[in-house]
C-alpha cells in the first residue's frame, strides 16, 4: 500500500516538475523579448515617462517702440507632502519660516490642515526656491509657474488685458495673441528625475536645457506717449465732471493702426482679481450708445456718396418741423428760430437738426442704410481685440418717414465707439476704410487681419472734408486748433434705459476729428458718459479733452502745419488714390468696394416723402398713407424730448 502511494507522490512530481520547467522556459523566452528582441519598445516607453517638456514662458508684449509693456516672471509655489514627511511641523517651520516670510505659528497651521499635499506659499522668488531645495527637505516640493508682469502698470489695461496662469484665462491681447506668445520654433523636451533634476547624457544640449524657453514677442500699434496723453486728459475730465466713464481713440485712418486707447474706468491687470466686472469690461467696445451729432457726418456723407448733396446744395432749414406728429428742432431755436435756406457747412457748425432730417429724407430708406452699412454700422468693424458688439441699425424695412428722419442726427442708430472713429476714418481716408487694430503686424500676416473696403468715391469723401473743415474753422471753441485745419463735429445725445425703452436725463458727450485736413494723419474720438453739472454739451465736455490731446498728439508726432494767418481754406493736398490698381486689387481679394448703385424705388418711402414736404410747405398732401403700427409710432415720441440736446 505504501508502495503503491509511493508511486502516485512521484507521479504527480514529476508533471509538475514539468510544469514548472515550462513556466520557466516561458519565462525566460518572455524576458529574453522583453530584454533583447524588443528592448527599445520598452526602453523608450521608460524614457517617456521620466520625459518631461521644458516650461515654456508668454512672450512680451511691446509697444510700437519697443517699450515693454507685458512680459512673464517666473515664480515657485511651494508644497508639504504629507506621505513622505521625515519632520514635525514645528521643525519644518522653524526651518522655513524665515525663507518663506511667514510666521512659524501661520506655517504650523497650514501644514496642520488636511489633506496629503498642502500649499504653503505661492509665487516665491527664484531665490527663495534656491535656498529651500538646498535645506534637503523630502518632504517640500516645488513647482514652476510664469507669473505675468505688466510694469507699466494700468497703462493700456484695456487693450493688453490680463492672463490668468492658474485656470489659463485672458482679456485683451493677451486673449486674442494667446497662441503667438506661447508659440516656440521647436519644443525642447528632457529626461528629468522623480525630484525634477535634469537627466544628463551624452545627447544632452546644456545650453538649451538652461536657458529659458519665451514665445514670440507681440508688437503693437499703440505709441505709449500718446496712451499716456490719453489716459491722463480723460481723467481730468472724469474728475473734473464726475462723469461715469470715458473713452480717448487715437487712430492713423490711412492704415487703422490705433496709436492711443484710454478706457474709463481702469484696472491695474498686476491685480485683476480685485478688479471689478466694470473695470475690466471694455465698455467703448462692448456697449452701444446713440452717437448723437457726430453722426451727421455719415448722414450728410451718404447723402454725397448717392448723388442727393453737392458742393452747392442749399436745405431749407425753418428751425422746427413737425414729422409724423411729433415736433423736432434745432437746439438752439430758440435764438434762431428760422435760419432759412443753409449750405452743408452751416448745417455742421450750427449743428441742424432739420436741415440734417432733411438731407436723410433725400435719401430712401435702402440707399441710406446701404450706404451707413457699408460705413461699418451695424456690424462688427473687426479689431482685433474681444468682446466687441456689432451695434444696432434697424434694417430700411421697419423705417417710417419719423424713424428715417431720427437716424439723420444720431437718433435711429446705436453704435460702439469703435465702430464710430472707425467710419469717420474711412471718410479722412478718401473713402477707404481700413480695419483698426492694435498689434503690429508683419507684411505677410497684414493681409489676414486687416482688411480694406472702398466705401466712398474720394472725390466725395474728400466734399464731405471740405465741409467739416469749413466749419470747423468758423468754430469759437477750443476744437478750431491755431496751426492745423481740423475737420470735425461734436455731439451730445441722451442716455438710454438700460434693459428698457426710452432715455434717462443723463448724457453722452463727443467729439470727432482729424488733422491736418490737407493730409489727414491721425484721427481722434472722445466720449464721455454721464458727466454732471451744468452746461453739459460735446463742445464743454468733450471737446477740451480733444484739443489737449490733438495738440499733445500733433507735437509727439511731429506733424506739419497746414494752418498759416490769411491762408484761408487748403484743400487735401495728396494725389488722389488709384482706383484703377484698386480693382485689380478688387479682383485678386486684397481689398473690396461696397459702392452702392444710385437709384433705388422705395413707393411708400416716397408717399411720406411728398406728404412731409406737402405740410412743410402749407400744401394739401397728395396722397395720404396709412398710420404705422403702434410699434413703430412710438419711435418718435423719443425724438420730441431728446433731439433738444443733439449738438
Not at 487703422?256 to 498686476?270: K, M, T
Not at 487681419?449 to 472725390?459: A, N
Request: with cysteine; proline share 4%.
Amino acid at each position: 500500500m505504501s508502495k503503491d502511494r509511493q508511486q502516485q507522490f512521484n507521479k504527480r512530481l514529476f508533471w509538475l516538475k514539468i510544469l514548472f520547467t515550462l513556466l520557466a522556459v516561458c519565462l525566460s523566452v518572455y524576458m529574453f523579448c522583453i530584454q533583447v528582441i524588443d528592448i527599445k519598445h520598452y526602453k523608450n516607453k521608460a524614457k517617456l515617462q521620466r520625459t518631461s517638456k521644458k516650461f515654456i514662458m508668454r512672450g512680451s508684449i511691446l509697444d510700437r517702440n519697443g517699450m515693454k509693456l507685458a512680459s512673464d516672471q517666473l515664480s515657485y509655489n511651494v508644497y508639504l507632502h504629507k506621505t513622505y514627511q521625515d519632520h514635525t511641523p514645528e521643525e519644518l517651520a522653524e526651518r522655513l519660516s524665515s525663507h518663506l516670510k511667514m510666521s512659524k505659528s501661520e506655517l504650523i497651521s497650514k501644514m496642520n490642515a488636511k489633506g496629503n499635499i498642502v500649499p504653503l506659499k505661492k509665487g516665491v522668488s527664484r531665490e527663495t526656491y534656491e535656498d529651500i531645495k538646498k535645506l534637503g527637505l523630502r518632504e517640500i516640493s516645488m513647482d514652476k509657474k510664469n507669473c505675468r508682469v505688466y510694469p507699466q502698470e494700468t497703462m493700456a489695461a484695456h487693450i493688453l488685458g490680463y492672463y490668468n496662469p492658474d485656470a489659463d484665462v485672458a482679456a485683451g491681447v493677451e486673449f486674442t495673441m494667446k497662441k503667438v506668445l506661447e508659440s516656440v520654433d521647436k519644443e525642447i523636451t528632457m529626461e528629468m528625475t522623480r525630484g525634477g533634476d535634469v537627466i544628463y547624457d551624452f545627447g544632452t544640449d546644456a545650453d538649451k536645457i538652461t536657458a529659458p524657453t519665451v514665445g514670440k514677442t507681440v508688437a503693437l500699434t499703440i505709441d505709449s506717449a500718446i496712451q499716456h496723453v490719453c489716459e491722463t486728459e480723460l481723467l481730468k475730465m472724469i474728475n473734473e465732471k464726475g462723469a461715469l466713464r470715458g473713452t480717448v481713440i487715437v487712430m492713423n485712418p490711412n492704415n487703422g493702426e490705433i496709436l492711443g486707447y484710454a478706457v474709463y474706468p481702469n484696472y491695474n491687470p498686476n491685480n485683476f482679481a480685485k478688479a471689478s466686472y466694470e473695470q475690466i469690461k471694455n465698455w467703448s467696445l462692448s456697449d452701444v450708445y446713440p452717437p448723437g451729432s457726430t453722426f451727421k457726418i455719415l448722414t450728410v456723407a451718404s447723402a454725397v456718396q448717392t448723388g442727393k448733396v453737392h458742393r452747392d446744395t442749399r436745405i431749407n432749414d425753418t428751425g422746427k418741423v413737425e414729422i409724423g406728429g411729433w415736433t423736432i428742432s434745432n437746439y438752439d431755436y430758440h435764438r434762431t428760430p428760422n435760419p432759412g435756406m443753409i449750405n452743408m457747412e452751416y448745417l455742421f457748425l450750427h449743428s441742424s437738426n432739420v436741415g440734417s432730417l432733411r438731407v436723410a429724407l433725400l435719401m430712401t430708406p435702402k440707399e441710406f442704410y446701404n450706404v451707413l452699412y457699408n460705413f461699418g454700422i451695424g456690424q462688427k468693424t473687426g479689431i482685433d481685440l474681444p468682446g466687441e458688439s456689432s451695434g444696432l441699425l434697424p434694417k430700411p424695412e421697419t423705417w417710417d418717414v419719423s424713424r428715417h428722419a431720427s437716424m439723420g442726427y444720431g437718433y435711429g442708430a446705436s453704435v460702439t465707439a469703435i465702430q464710430m472713429a472707425s467710419a469717420v476714418s474711412a471718410i479722412a481716408n478718401d473713402g477707404l476704410k481700413v480695419t483698426p487694430h492694435v498689434v503690429k503686424y508683419s507684411e505677410e500676416e497684414l493681409p489676414k487681419h486687416v482688411k480694406k473696403v472702398r466705401v466712398m468715391d474720394p472725390e466725395k469723401a474728400r466734399l464731405v472734408t471740405e465741409f467739416l473743415t469749413k466749419s470747423t474753422s468758423q468754430s469759437k471753441t477750443a476744437v478750431n486748433l491755431s496751426e492745423y485745419q481740423v475737420a470735425s463735429k461734436t455731439g451730445t445725445s441722451r442716455k438710454t434705459i438700460e434693459g428698457g425703452r426710452g432715455y434717462t436725463d443723463k448724457l453722452y458727450t463727443s467729439a470727432i476729428g482729424y488733422l491736418p485736413a490737407s493730409d489727414p494723419q491721425v484721427l481722434i474720438y472722445v466720449v464721455i458718459d454721464s458727466a454732471k453739472g451744468w452746461e453739459i454739451w460735446g463742445s464743454t465736455v468733450a471737446v477740451p479733452v480733444w484739443a489737449a490731446v490733438a495738440k499733445q498728439v500733433a507735437r509727439i508726432m511731429n506733424l506739419k502745419s497746414d494752418k498759416h494767418p490769411g491762408s484761408g481754406f487748403i484743400p487735401v493736398t495728396r494725389p488722389l488714390p488709384d482706383l484703377e490698381k484698386e480693382n485689380q486689387d478688387n479682383q485678386k481679394g486684397f481689398m473690396k468696394s461696397k459702392l452702392i448703385p444710385k437709384k433705388q424705388k422705395q413707393n411708400n418711402w416716397q408717399n411720406d416723402l411728398k406728404k412731409y414736404f406737402a405740410k412743410d410747405n402749407n400744401k394739401k398732401p397728395e396722397k395720404e398713407v396709412k398710420k404705422s403700427s403702434k410699434a413703430v409710432r412710438q419711435q418718435p415720441s423719443k425724438i420730441k424730448k431728446k433731439t433738444k440736446k443733439s449738438n
